[in-house]
T-cell receptor, first 116, second 118 residues
Framework: KNQVEQSPQSLIILEGKNCTLQ??????????LRWYKQDTGRGPVSLTI?????NTKSNGRYTATLDADTKQSSLHITASQLSDSASYIC???????????????FGTGTQLKVEL | GAVVSQHPSRVICKSGTSVKIECRSL??????MFWYRQFPKQSLMLMAT?????????EQGVEKDKFLINHASLTLSTLTVTSAHPEDSSFYIC??????????????FGPGTRLTVL
């Protein structure tokens, strides 16, 4: 079982509509939780980063929430645009106990398609 | 700021040949870089952690003699796929952790390299 589960697996919405993507994680402890956008054939681009003490973070039309008690996060996209079509990946950063630093655990992503 | 480049963006090679992929942090220094592999419709999978001036740390199941990593400077790490085979065809992505200023040990990702082995 993946330690970072995302839902839905894929989503189609009309341009201008809002949507919410979900992320549940089991990894513990964690340093921070990140949401990335990955266009097809490109590297991931960071949207938001939240530590366990933060419960919301916004970046333009993207708003992420975090409930560290229930280990759930969501990414809300408002007024969707065609260019929002991409894979959205939830990533949990786990501290490396020996040697320091962090290791990223990736969710499988939600494939979003925005249509006219 | 915090731009990471990869070269080449696409490469096609014959089975048995070696391919080198470069990962550069363009506007910051990165003691630590990471190499990932991504198969279609799957998550990024960490292959190895590259530290400047020392040997790379490979994840379980990744052959260090097949995937040679060199991190000779604070802005460049290279991944060489030796004796490539069709099953090595994948999307290879690197990331770099900015030394300073640092926040959350954030990893900045490169645009990826599509490797196709015929």
């Amino acid at each position: 079982k993946n330690q970072v589960e995302q839902s839905p697996q894929s989503l189609i919405i009309l341009e201008g509509k809002n949507c919410t993507l979900q992320c549940n994680y089991t990894v513990s402890p964690f340093s921070n939780l990140r949401w990335y956008k990955q266009d097809t054939g490109r590297g991931p681009v960071s949207l938001t980063i939240m530590t366990f003490s933060e419960n919301t973070k916004s970046n333009g039309r993207y708003t992420a929430t975090l409930d560290a008690d229930t280990k759930q996060s969501s990414l809300h996209i408002t007024a969707s645009q065609l260019s929002d079509s991409a894979s959205y990946i939830c990533v949990v950063s786990v501290p490396i106990l020996t040697g320091g630093g962090n290791k990223l655990t990736f969710g499988t992503g939600t494939q979003l398609k925005v249509e006219l | 700021g915090a731009v990471v480049s990869q070269h080449p963006s696409r490469v096609i090679c014959k089975s048995g040949t070696s391919v080198k992929i470069e990962c550069r942090s363009l506007d910051f220094q990165a003691t630590t870089m990471f190499w990932y592999r991504q198969f279609p419709k799957q998550s990024l999978m960490l292959m190895a952690t590259s530290n400047e001036g020392s040997k790379a740390t490979y994840e379980q199941g990744v052959e260090k003699d097949k995937f040679l990593i060199n991190h000779a400077s604070l802005t460049l790490s290279t991944l060489t796929v030796t004796s490539a085979h069709p099953e090595d065809s994948s999307f290879y992505i690197c990331s770099a952790v900015r030394d300073f200023p640092s926040s959350y040990n954030e990893q900045f990702f490169g645009p990826g390299t599509r490797l196709t082995v015929l």
